[in-house]
């Protein structure tokens, strides 16, 4: 069975350093693919980085970048120079590419992030 | 505007009442998707649609229906709600674009409350 495990139900950081969020994922299908949302105060998810299991290099988009460890079955997300913005719900997901898996994304219980000025 | 919204945006109901939440995009993406978010935890499907007229289960279906009957709209059906069922609504579709095609987007979401 998939599970995605985020063990951190909240974090702070000082504004402009960087931060780490963690996830831990297990599956036992070869391919598949990891998320990262950002879900601020007014309840919207927003799409904010992937990386396929079979991407040679780590994802990065603007200050967000996932270091993705295969063997550790490990997704963590790195925020640099953190902004105050950057206060919010984060949320680890993973989605099996097998013939059964339909594309369903299996959430982790979040990540609450609190930037401090 | 493209993109994929959601109505209504908060609804308040009573138990035993059907309610119907809407989702409509308009990437005309073939797969869309229902989700809950309950406090304390990430989201859980409900269910899901590869394309018109095909829908399947996800996590947690009792008590729900869907229809998609357009490939653009994906109405959620509490047939008749209960208290277990408060809760905030997502709808998201896949985009299928070469770079992200996993990527699932996410509307802005449905308040629901049960009495």
């Known amino acids: 069975a998939q599970k995605i495990t985020q063990t951190q139900p909240g974090m702070f950081v000082q504004e402009k350093e960087a931060v780490t969020l963690d996830c831990t994922y297990d599956?036992?299908?070869?391919?598949?693919?990891l998320f990262w949302y950002k879900q601020p105060s007014s309840g919207e998810m927003i799409f904010l980085i992937y990386?396929?299991?079979?991407?040679?290099q780590n994802a990065t988009e603007g200050r967000y970048s996932l270091n993705f460890q295969k063997a550790r079955k490990s997704a963590n997300l790195v925020i640099s120079a953190s902004q105050l913005g950057d206060s919010a719900m984060y949320f680890c997901?993973?989605?099996?590419?097998?013939?059964?898996?339909?594309?369903?994304?299996?959430f982790g219980s979040g990540t609450r992030l609190l930037v401090r000025p | 505007d493209a993109g994929i919204t959601q109505s209504p945006r908060y609804k308040i109901t009573e138990t035993g009442r059907q309610v119907t939440l809407m989702c409509h995009q308009t990437?005309?993406?073939?797969?869309m998707f229902w989700y809950r978010q309950d406090l304390g935890h990430g989201l859980r499907l409900i269910y899901y649609?590869?394309?018109?007229?095909?829908?399947d289960k996800g996590e947690v279906p009792d008590g729900y229906v869907v229809s998609r009957s357009k490939t653009e709209n994906f109405p959620l059906t509490l047939e008749s709600a209960t208290r277990s069922q408060t809760s905030v609504y997502f709808c998201?579709?896949?985009?299928?674009?070469?770079?992200?095609?996993?990527?699932?987007?996410f509307g802005p979401g449905t308040r629901l409350l049960v009495l």
């Open positions: 998201a579709s896949r985009d299928q674009t070469r770079k992200s095609q996993e990527t699932q987007y």
């Open positions: 599956t036992s299908d070869p391919s598949y693919g």
């Open positions: 990386q396929g299991s079979y991407d040679q």
């Open positions: 997901a993973m989605r099996e590419i097998g013939m059964d898996s339909s594309y369903k994304l299996i």
């Open positions: 990437w005309s993406h073939s797969y």
């Open positions: 649609s590869a394309a018109a007229d095909i829908t």
